[in-house]
C-alpha cells in the first residue's frame, strides 16, 4: 500500500517499542547494523540494505538486522524481498516486535498472499499497545484480504493485448486515452526521466507508429502528463508542474487543437487550480463539467476527486468534492468520466481492494447522486498497482497501462473487452465536416446539439477551421436536435432519434455543405414537428425555431417565405390546407416572438415539391417538412 505507517529504522525505535536488546554478540555484525542506521538516516536505503546483508552474514539469528532489513524492502515496495526476512524474525522469536507481523502482512497483502496476510493482520490487532490509527489501518486491510480471499473465487473476463511496438517501447508508456472514433489515441512517455506526449492514429484497424504531439504543449524542461481529450479531439487537457505560470506544485491546463496543430497551453487558474496539487483531468463528453485529483484542504483524504462547472462566460465555477460514496480517507486518483455523463472509472487504495490501488467504477442513481464504488474485480485488478483505465465511447474497450511480461519493456499500453456488466450506458456520436456549398471550401462553423425533450445543451462547440471536421457524442434513449451555424450562411439542422437499440449500432457520418445568405437560399427545418395530421407545434420543435429567430436577428435585412410540404398520403386538398397552416403557425410563432411579420411570409405547398420517393417511410417522412428561403436581402 501507498500509505505505508512509519517505518522503523534505528537503534532507539526498536529497542524502545519491542522492548527487545538488539545487540549481537559477534561485533562485525553490530558494527554493520549501526551503519545500516546511518545510511538509513540518510535515505541511502540500498547501501543500508548491503551492510544489514553483511550483519546478517555475521550472525544469522540477528533478528533485529532482519526486521531492519524487510522495512527496508517494505519501504522500496519489494515486498517479495521484504516477505523471508519478517518470517525469518517470526522463526527467532515469535514475539520480537508487534510490527513484524504488520509489516510480513502488510507484504503477504501486496503479493496476492491473501490467508497468511490475513493471518497475520489478525495477530498484530491482538496487541493491547499499538496505537488507534494503526489499528484504523489494519482494519481496512483485514477488509481488503476478507474481501479479495472472496472475489479471487469469482473471476471476471479478462485478456488484456499490448498494443504492440508501433505504439509500446522500452521506455514507460501510461495513461492513454482515445478519441470518441477511436481513431486517435494519446498517451504518456516517459524517456530519460521527462514526461512528454505521443500520439498514435489507427490505419486500416491497426495503430501507426506513434509521433511527438506537439512542441506547442511538450517542453525540454517541464514534465507533462495525466492527459484527457475531449471526445472530439479539439481539446487536450493535462497536467504541468513547476511551470512559471503555475499556481502550485502541478496544475491543469488546457490546449485547443488548431489545423494539424496546437494552441499554446493555457493554464486554467483559480478556482480549478490552487497552490496544492491538481492532476489527473477528464472532461465530460458536453465539455463542461471537468473531474480531477486535487490535495485542496477539505478533502476526504489526501487525494481525492472533485468536480467543476464550466458557466456562461468560460470560466469555472468553485470545485465540488466528489463525497464519501467515492472519496475515502486514503487516496482516490486518474478519474475517467465515460462520454455517456453517467459512469465514473477511478483508482482508489481506500475502498477494499486485492492491494496497492484498484480501479473502481461509480454509476449516477435515478436523482444524478453518485452511488458506491464498485470494486472492477479480479483479475482486472490484483495485488499489483492498478490505475489509468480509460473506454472507448462504446463502452465495450479498455485502455491501460502495465509491465507485463512480454511486453516491450517498463509499462506498456494495453486494451481488453470490458465485461458487460462493468460497461458505460450506450453511446454512440455524430461526425461530419462541413464546407461552403458553393465553392466546396472547408470551413469552421458553430456546432450545437440539444435534448429535443427539455432544451438542454448536450455539445457547444466549433468545427475545425481548417478541416471543417467536429465529432460530438450522445447517450442512447432520447432525440437530439443539431443545429449549424456560421456567419454569413444559413443555418443547417438535422435531427437524431436515439431511442431503439438499433439506432446506435453505428455513428452518425455526415458532410455539411452550408449555403450562403442570398437570395433563393433554402434550409430545412429539420427539428420542427407538429402532430399527426395537425398542425399544432410540439414542444420539441422551440429548439429550433429559437435559432431560426436568431438567425433572422442577426440578419435583420433578410426576409424569408415559410414553406409547408407533406407527402403523397391522402387527399390534395388536404395535404394542401395541412401544409398552408403548419407553415402559417411557424409563421405566428416569429411573429409572437417580435420577428416583424413585414419580414415574413408563408405558403403550403402540399405534396407538390418531393425531395424524396413517396413509395418508401423514409421517403415520405423526408418530404413532410417545413422549409425556410430567402426571398428579399433589403439594400
Known amino acids: 500500500m501507498k500509505f505505508l505507517l512509519a517505518l522503523v529504522f534505528s537503534f532507539c525505535a526498536i529497542q524502545s517499542s519491542a522492548q527487545k536488546s538488539i545487540q549481537s554478540k559477534n561485533k562485525s555484525a553490530q558494527r554493520a547494523y549501526e551503519q545500516a542506521g546511518q545510511s538509513l538516516s540518510l535515505n541511502f536505503y540500498d547501501q543500508a540494505i548491503e551492510q544489514l546483508k553483511d550483519a546478517i552474514k555475521n550472525d544469522s539469528e540477528f533478528a533485529a538486522a532482519y526486521q531492519q532489513l524487510g522495512d527496508v524492502y517494505r519501504k522500496k515496495q519489494d515486498y517479495a524481498s521484504a516477505k523471508p526476512n519478517y518470517l525469518k524474525v517470526l522463526s527467532i522469536d515469535p514475539e520480537f516486535y508487534p510490527g513484524t507481523y504488520l509489516g510480513l502482512g502488510e507484504s503477504e497483502l501486496n503479493t496476492g498472499d491473501y490467508q497468511n496476510a490475513l493471518q497475520h493482520f489478525t495477530k498484530y490487532l491482538a496487541y493491547s499497545n499499538i496505537s488507534d490509527a494503526s489499528k484504523k489501518l489494519v482494519s481496512k486491510y483485514v477488509k481488503d484480504c476478507q474481501f479479495s480471499i472472496e472475489a479471487i473465487k469469482k473471476p471476471v473476463p479478462f485478456k488484456p493485448e499490448n498494443l504492440g511496438a508501433s505504439v509500446n517501447t522500452k521506455d514507460q508508456e501510461y495513461l492513454p486515452v482515445v478519441t470518441a472514433d477511436e481513431e486517435t489515441l494519446i498517451f504518456t512517455r516517459r524517456k530519460n526521466n521527462m514526461e512528454d506526449f505521443y500520439k498514435s492514429v489507427k490505419v486500416d484497424n ?13 517542453t525540454d524542461i517541464y514534465n507533462e502528463g495525466a492527459q484527457c481529450i475531449s471526445p472530439d479531439g479539439l481539446y487536450l ?38 497552490p496544492g496539487w491538481e492532476s489527473q483531468p477528464t472532461l465530460s463528453a458536453d465539455g463542461r463539467i471537468l473531474y480531477f485529483t486535487s490535495t485542496r484542504p477539505g478533502g476526504l483524504g489526501g487525494y481525492d476527486i472533485y468536480r467543476t462547472e464550466l458557466k456562461e462566460g468560460g470560466a469555472w465555477k468553485v470545485p465540488v468534492n466528489l463525497g464519501p460514496l467515492i472519496n475515502t480517507a486514503y487516496d482516490e486518483q486518474s478519474p475517467f468520466i465515460h462520454p455517456d455523463g453517467q459512469t465514473l472509472y477511478f483508482s482508489s487504495n481506500g475502498w477494499p481492494g486485492f492491494g496497492s490501488r484498484d480501479i473502481y467504477i461509480s454509476r449516477k442513481d435515478a436523482n444524478g447522486n453518485w452511488q458506491k464504488a464498485e470494486n472492477l474485480g479480479y483479475p482486472i485488478n490484483s495485488y499489483a498497482e492498478e490505475a489509468g483505465l480509460t473506454l472507448s ?46 465553392t466546396k471550401e472547408l470551413v469552421g462553423a458553430e456546432i450545437k446539439i440539444t435534448n429535443l425533450a427539455d432544451g438542454s445543451l448536450i455539445y457547444d462547440d466549433s468545427s475545425d477551421e481548417e478541416t471543417g471536421q467536429f465529432l460530438a457524442t450522445m447517450p442512447a434513449g432520447k432525440k437530439y436536435g443539431l443545429t449549424i451555424k456560421k456567419e454569413g450562411y444559413l443555418f443547417y439542422s438535422q435531427n437524431f432519434t436515439l431511442d431503439k437499440p438499433a439506432s446506435i449500432t453505428k455513428p452518425y457520418l455526415l458532410n455539411v455543405p452550408l449555403e450562403q445568405i442570398e437570395v433563393g437560399a433554402m434550409a430545412v427545418l429539420n427539428n420542427v414537428f407538429f402532430e399527426t395530421n395537425k398542425f399544432t407545434l410540439l414542444p420539441e420543435s422551440k429548439v429550433e425555431l429559437q435559432q431560426l429567430i436568431s438567425f433572422l436577428n442577426t440578419n435583420p435585412k433578410a426576409s424569408i417565405e415559410i414553406s ?33 411579420p413585414a419580414r ?9 415539391q ?8 423514409e421517403g415520405r417522412q423526408m418530404n413532410r417538412r417545413t422549409e425556410f428561403k430567402i426571398f428579399r436581402i433589403a439594400l
Open 206 to 218: 491497426q495503430w501507426s507508429n506513434s509521433q511527438y504531439l506537439s512542441k506547442d504543449i511538450n
Open 237 to 274: 487537457f493535462f497536467t504541468g508542474c513547476n511551470r512559471p505560470d503555475g499556481m502550485g506544485r502541478c496544475d491543469i491546463y488546457v490546449s485547443r487543437r488548431e489545423g494539424k496543430g496546437w494552441s499554446k497551453p493555457f493554464n486554467l487558474g483559480a478556482p480549478v487550480n490552487t
Open 393 to 438: 465511447s462504446n463502452g465495450k474497450k479498455a485502455f491501460f497501462s502495465a509491465d507485463k511480461p512480454g511486453g516491450q519493456g517498463g509499462l506498456d499500453i494495453y486494451s481488453f473487452d470490458m465485461p458487460e456488466n462493468l460497461r458505460p450506458k450506450p453511446v454512440t456520436y455524430v461526425k461530419g465536416a462541413t464546407f461552403d456549398k458553393k
Open 564 to 596: 409547408g410540404h407533406t407527402d403523397n398520403v391522402g387527399d390534395d386538398k388536404a395535404n394542401q390546407l395541412l401544409s398552408q397552416n403548419r407553415a402559417k403557425e411557424v409563421y405566428n410563432f416569429l411573429s409572437a416572438n417580435k420577428i416583424p
Open 600 to 608: 415574413l411570409v408563408y405558403k403550403g405547398y402540399g405534396e407538390t
Open 610 to 617: 418531393p425531395i424524396a420517393d413517396n413509395s418508401t417511410e
